[in-house]
């Protein structure tokens, strides 16, 4: 797969390579144009499996923020979108839909490029996301308020007015995933928006937002700014301009931002991070846990918000679950996420892959035993990029750091427990109820621990999926309010009430006295 001039060993460019997409231009997007950072300001953005430079992005300060919520005002105060007919906002998010689909290979190499992950993976987010564009489509069309039963001679109505101007800020391990879960709703109920995707993740961004101008979205609905979390995001935030922060990325800056919102009693949304236990009882199929177990927590180098990183599995079937699973990570693939045959790519940098790294040592701090993995591949090809060995430990105790905080990386910890009240009351210290999966046969006893446990998704027999139709969220601290679904196009919509007297009378209360 390498160029003829890459010298043998040494890593790929990975922009040269067969089937490696142009890149999209490198702008801010405000009110219709596209402009350099106002102080000329650039960031590289870097490949993380080899460590090549990818892009100078504009880096954004809070003046450019504030710009680009003017003009998202603007729009939505005086421009047609808030106006559009459903049926052509509806019309906009199908042709949407098309782009994605007729440049789904394109996309997903930038996807891969930017985040590391496998082209296979990428591909399916860009069928997912077009799904999800598709999904707010035939919500738009088939919107419905109330009629409220008032007394007769007055009609009152409950009706679903767009929410204003959202700040969407969003995260690297799924950067145009996440977007479109913001992009599509807020479309749909007609919002204008900025967009500030994570400095590490901006390419599949910097597209779409070219992708909607195509379509025809009018100037200021969408734009984007591009830079660091803690002046662009934190404008974003505390702008009374805006009517709804909405958030995916970790609890502390989730946390961050709800405070910052509070001070404008703006609106968040917010989608953070998971600690997500996957419950495997006794009377499970083995194979099938093994093979979603694996799957959970090794998908993208476990860098999903829903990363099933907590196997908990009764004492009896241990010791055959495990064999499982050590046997099969130890064949695990890792590579280059544009070369076939890779199963799982790098972490996301060199920051984060000490951040797993330290969780790795920490559980063994805690008791844990390293079964397999644990360290940096050796092969010197992997040399520029932050690449983990899947890991596997088992031995974990309970009540430490490691069973409560996210990992965020391709590390599995293994416990054991006794009974159905044990597996809950473990699966239950963290308070980031994000997901969890339950593995049985008995289909009425995974039901009822499933209902018992506080996650906002619970899986029986299987992992990780969901469904633009389905609403997706956490419980406790993983967040508030919901994605997807009917409840994720409420969060872009404000509730209105219209009464209407058909009789008019003067009021009674003040009216004139004997
Ligand atoms: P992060 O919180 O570090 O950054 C997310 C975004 O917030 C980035 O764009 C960043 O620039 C911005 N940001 C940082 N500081 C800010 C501030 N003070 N004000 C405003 N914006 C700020 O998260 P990350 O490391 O990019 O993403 C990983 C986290 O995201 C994990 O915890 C993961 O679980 C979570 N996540 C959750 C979901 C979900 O659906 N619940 C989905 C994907 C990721």
């Known amino acids: 797969m390498t160029t003829d001039s890459t ?23 405000v009110a219709g144009t596209r402009r350099p950072a106002a102080a000329g300001a650039t960031r590289p953005v870097v490949d993380p499996a080899t460590g090549h430079l990818l892009m100078e992005a504009p880096e954004a300060d809070a003046a450019d923020a504030r710009a680009a919520v003017a003009a998202a005002r603007a729009a939505f105060d005086d421009g047609p979108w808030p106006r559009t007919s459903v049926q052509d906002r509806a019309r906009l998010l199908e042709r949407v839909a098309d782009a994605i ?48 039963p008032v007394p007769s001679g007055a009609v009152s109505l409950t009706v679903h007015q767009p929410v204003g101007v959202v700040a969407m800020i969003t995260p690297w391990n799924y950067p145009l995933l996440q977007a479109s879960w913001k992009i599509a709703p807020a479309l749909a109920a007609g ?33 984007l700014v591009t830079g ?62 093994a093979d979603h177990a694996l799957n959970a927590v090794f998908f993208h180098a476990g860098q999903v918000c829903s990363a099933g990183s ?27 996420g544009w070369e076939d045959g890779t199963q799982m790519g790098p972490v996301i940098s060199p920051e984060h892959l000490a951040k797993v790294e330290g ?6 701090e805690e008791g844990a035993t390293l079964r397999v993995g644990g360290g940096r591949p050796t092969d010197p090809r992997f040399a520029g990029g932050t690449f983990l060995e899947p890991t ?41 109820g994000l997901a969890a999966g339950v593995f ?61 007297n058909l009789e008019p009378a003067g009021a009674d209360w003040f009216g004139p006295q004997d």
């Open 7 to 29: 010298p043998a060993g040494a890593p790929p460019d990975p922009t040269r390579l067969p089937g490696a997409p142009t890149l999209p231009e490198a702008a801010l997007h």
């Open 440 to 500: 049985s046969r008995d289909a009425a006893r995974a039901m009822r621990l499933a209902k018992r446990l506080r996650f906002g998704t619970v899986w029986i027999n299987d992992f990780h999926p969901y469904y633009p139709e389905a609403p997706w969220g956490g419980f406790g601290e993983s967040g508030i309010g919901r994605e997807l679904g009917r409840e994720g196009l409420a969060e872009y919509q404000e509730t209105q009430h219209l009464y209407w």
């Open 101 to 148: 689909e007729r440049d789904r290979d394109a996309l997903a190499w930038l996807e891969t490029l930017d985040t590391g992950k496998t082209l296979g993976e990428s591909r399916d987010d860009m069928e997912q996301i077009a799904q999800v564009f598709r999904y707010y489509a035939a919500e738009a069309r088939t919107m419905r308020g109330e009629v409220n």
């Open 191 to 223: 919002c204008t928006f900025v967009l500030k995707p994570s400095e590490l993740t901006p390419l599949t961004t910097l597209r779409i937002v070219e992708m909607l101008e195509e379509a025809g979205l009018p100037d200021g609905v969408a734009n």
């Open 359 to 364: 969780y790795v040592a920490l559980a063994q």
């Open 392 to 432: 596997v430990l088992t031995g974990l105790p309970h009540e430490g750091r490691v069973a409560s905080e996210e990992i965020f990386g391709p590390v599995l910890t293994v416990e054991t427990f006794r009974d159905d009240d044990e597996a809950h009351a473990f699966a239950s210290s963290t308070r980031s």
């Open 228 to 289: 660091a979390g803690g002046t662009v995001g934190a404008a974003l935030t505390e702008d009374p301009r805006v009517d709804l922060v909405s958030f995916t990325g970790g609890i502390v800056t989730g946390r961050a931002i709800a405070a910052t919102a509070a001070r404008n009693v703006t609106r968040v949304a917010l989608e953070l991070g998971g600690k997500n236990p996957n419950v495997v009882l006794e009377d499970a199929d083995l194979d099938l846990a």
């Open 310 to 336: 907590r196997l908990l599995v009764h004492e009896a079937a241990h010791d055959a679950l495990l064999e499982r699973l050590l046997e099969r990570t130890r064949r695990i693939r890792l590579g280059f």
